[in-house]
């Protein structure tokens, strides 16, 4: 019997468990920050196969945390977008009609990497949270002008994960949207 309660225990403890959490960004906290609108009619398109893709990545106490990182931050690309932009549209594809019809100047296709990490043998949530966002930004010819290049990086500690448990998450995606809207405004003379 106490064999039996010994191997029960080590499969509990041994079982991951797959937190579902958001790596979207609080988008109150997207601001525009440097005082600089382009005058020009633009589209981001993701692609249906990244738009449905999801993440698992590692947590702490050997659990993994899963999420949709296209899905979650389209609000926020769409809000970077829009506070440095005139006009801003979705497209369903490169060749989408909506180019034309709206004298769509420049399309920007993001792609997304993460990266989680936790230290602790106890609690789930992540330590350490790495976003990489690259964008790539064509005119309406399809041409590419530019990548963008962004890397946000959060850290928690134990006092800031048990208030916010994705506080890592959120600060790592806020940084690296942030920087892309930063990149944006400095690469404007390209936007031509």
Same mark, same amino acid.
């Given at each position: 019997?106490i064999?039996l309660?010994l191997?029960?225990?080590?499969?509990?403890?041994?079982?991951?468990?797959?937190?579902d959490?958001?790596?979207s960004p609080?988008?109150?906290k997207?601001?525009?920050?440097? =005082?600089?609108?382009?005058?020009?009619t633009v589209?981001y398109?993701?692609? =249906?196969?990244r738009y449905?893709l999801?993440v698992t990545?590692?947590?702490g106490?050997?659990?993994d945390?899963?999420?949709a990182?296209?899905?979650?931050?389209e609000?926020?690309?769409?809000?970077?977008?829009?506070?440095?932009?005139?006009e801003v549209h979705k497209i369903?594809a490169?060749?989408?009609?909506?180019i034309?019809?709206?004298?769509?100047?420049?399309i920007?296709?993001?792609?997304?990497e993460?990266m989680?990490?936790?230290?602790?043998?106890?609690d789930?949530? =992540?330590?350490?949270?790495?976003?990489?966002?690259?964008?790539?930004?064509l005119?309406?010819e399809k041409?590419?002008?530019?990548?963008?290049y962004?890397e946000?990086k959060g850290?928690?500690?134990?006092?800031?994960?048990?208030?916010?448990?994705t506080y890592?998450?959120e600060?790592?995606s806020?940084?690296?949207?942030?920087q892309?809207?930063?990149e944006i405004i400095?690469k404007?003379a390209q936007l031509?």
């Open positions: 019997m064999k309660l191997a029960l225990f080590t499969l509990l403890f041994l079982t991951a468990c797959v937190h959490i958001s790596v609080e988008l109150s997207i601001k525009k920050i440097r =005082p600089v609108t382009i005058h020009s589209a398109y993701i692609p =249906p196969e449905l999801s990545t590692p947590g106490n050997n659990d945390l899963r999420y990182p296209y899905k979650e931050t609000s926020s690309l769409k809000k970077v977008l829009d506070n440095v932009f005139t369903a490169l060749d989408d009609p909506k034309k019809e709206d004298s769509i100047q420049f920007f296709i993001p792609t997304i993460t989680s990490f936790s230290n602790s043998n106890v789930w949530q =992540p330590t350490k949270f790495n976003m990489i966002l690259k964008v790539h930004v005119n309406a041409k590419e002008l530019f990548t963008t962004a946000g850290i928690a500690n134990f006092g800031r994960y048990q208030k916010n448990p890592a998450v600060i790592a806020r940084s690296a949207f942030l892309f809207q930063d400095t404007r031509k």
